[in-house]
């Protein structure tokens, strides 16, 4: 009876110990009045610096927002997307918010808000390419990814062969020095490259029909902190600041 007893009470003490640290992150956030995000800076339209230095971008104007509704202010910690989540791990920020797909393998890691944006994996390659027309002919190509991303897994199932990159800037690049043949990416970033730079020699030859979802990442076990980014997501959306930073970067409202 005696064990049984010490058996609950530890139990019931884990329990609290695992409730109490899944509120901390919240608690410590609203203690420190700042709430960090680790971000690429490298990533237009979603986070990159203007012409002017300051860091802007969809995820970063968002992220600001977000932290308003919390009472907080963002700070944003740049690094190498490889090493975004690695950063996550470290606690060298409390959460990511760089365009992270919402995949099976990462839930299984970690939490996620609710998404946030939605946007179509496309195939690009040179204007003169003939070769790749859609996913299957990728078999045996060289297709520039950063290795963690989305991207690669979905090149690696279509058997392209992967060339490392930092981002979607290096992945290009390779792409139009002929390193590599074709890159995985994001629909609307590749929009935006086009508008700044429209005589690229790059095209879209094909575009998953899914859509990837994105969301704010955070440590596992964080349900006070998930509800909170929930809950400040809504209010931003249902005030209609979603609405007026997705015109500023996109030209129109996406959150339908």
């Given at each position: 009876?005696?064990k ?13 110990t695992?409730?109490?640290q899944a ?5 410590a956030i609203?203690a420190?009045?700042t709430i960090t ?12 610096h ?5 860091l802007?971008?969809f995820d ?11 009472g ?5 910690i740049?690094?190498r997307w490889?090493g975004?989540?690695a950063?996550?791990?470290a606690?060298?920020y ?6 992270v ?7 299984a890691?970690?939490?996620?808000s609710?998404p946030?944006?939605?946007?179509k994996v ?5 204007d003169d390419?003939?070769?790749i ?6 078999k045996g190509?060289k297709?520039a990814?950063?290795l963690t991303?989305?991207y690669?897994?979905v090149?690696?199932?279509y058997?392209?062969d992967?060339?490392?990159?930092d981002g979607?800037n290096?992945s290009?690049?390779?792409v139009?020095s002929?390193r590599a043949a074709?890159?995985?990416n994001d629909n609307l970033?590749?929009?935006d490259f ?9 095209k ?13 990442l955070?440590?596992?076990?964080q349900?006070?902190l998930v ?6 997501l809504d209010e931003?959306?249902?005030?209609g600041?979603?609405?007026?930073i997705a015109v ?5 409202d996406?959150?339908?």
């Amino acid at each position: 009876m005696k064990k049984m007893t010490l058996a609950l009470l530890a139990g019931s003490l884990f329990i609290t110990t695992v409730q109490a640290q899944a509120e901390d992150g919240l608690a410590a956030i609203k203690a420190a009045g700042t709430i960090t995000f680790g971000t690429e800076g490298t990533y237009a339209p979603y986070t990159y610096h203007d012409g002017s230095d300051k860091l802007v971008g969809f995820d970063v104007d968002l992220g600001r927002a977000v932290a308003a509704k919390l009472g907080v202010k963002a700070k944003f910690i740049e690094g190498r997307w490889d090493g975004l989540i690695a950063g996550l791990d470290a606690k060298r920020y409390d959460a990511v918010i760089n365009q992270v797909g919402i995949t099976p393998e990462r839930q299984a890691k970690y939490d996620f808000s609710q998404p946030y944006i939605d946007s179509k994996v496309v195939l690009i390659v040179r204007d003169d390419n003939t070769t790749i027309k859609n996913f299957d002919d990728l078999k045996g190509q060289k297709a520039a990814q950063s290795l963690t991303s989305n991207y690669s897994q979905v090149a690696t199932k279509y058997g392209a062969d992967l060339v490392p990159t930092d981002g979607f800037n290096q992945s290009l690049d390779l792409v139009l020095s002929r390193r590599a043949a074709a890159t995985l990416n994001d629909n609307l970033s590749f929009l935006d490259f086009k508008k700044h730079k429209p005589n690229a020699p790059l095209k879209i030859v094909a575009a998953q029909d899914a859509n990837a979802p994105s969301g704010i990442l955070i440590r596992k076990n964080q349900p006070e902190l998930v509800k909170a980014l929930n809950n400040a997501l809504d209010e931003v959306k249902a005030e209609g600041t979603y609405k007026e930073i997705a015109v500023r970067y996109f030209g129109q409202d996406i959150s339908k």
